[in-house]
């Protein structure tokens, strides 16, 4: 079995990490941290945040740990990317999941559907103690609806229609979610990195 840290202060994201891991992987959560995210770039912020959270976890258990990190977000092509990398506080710092989407909405009023594409985006970072053994990316392409559809999911999710689903990411069932989201496809990868380098640990 295999222990991975899984650096997040977010409840939803935990849950969907440890019900897609699967056998052979035991995902544990790390006390909550407030690390720097000042990168401007998924991949850039996802390490920033990981090596935060492995020097701390590193001394607080005296031994170097598998840990991951993510940063996710969602880029609208109107609004030339953004939130991007501020997804999670496009409101303001400390905004709420309803406060992000009310802004977004006001942001994309005057756009027609046809021009509200947009993209989830997910990039993970594994690190074994400091050392960085990959960072894995996917993305999940939708368009954002002018009203919400669903209650599961957390974050823009309501508003993110899936095409090829024809549902919102709050409406597909959670493992049909994690089938197709941005964070399901990195995850997964991540975990064909240990079956390709590390097959004996599990």
Known sequence: MTVLYCATGNPGKLREFREAAGDGFEILPCDSRDCPETGDTFEANALQKAHCYAQALTAKTGAEQWLFADDSGIAVDALGGAPGVYSARFAGVGADDAANNALLLDRLANVPAA??????????????GNTVLGTFR?????????????????????????????????????????????????FRAMLDWFWNHEPSRL
Do not use: M, N
């Open 115 to 128: 021009e509200r594409t947009a993209r989830y985006v997910c990039v993970i970072a594994l690190l074994r």
């Open 138 to 186: 996917a993305e999940a392409e939708g368009v954002i609806l002018h009203h919400p559809r669903g209650t599961g999911g957390f974050g823009y999710d309501p508003y993110f229609h899936f095409p090829s689903l024809d549902q919102t990411f709050a409406e597909i069932p959670a493992e049909l979610k994690w089938r197709h989201s941005h964070r399901g496809k990195a």
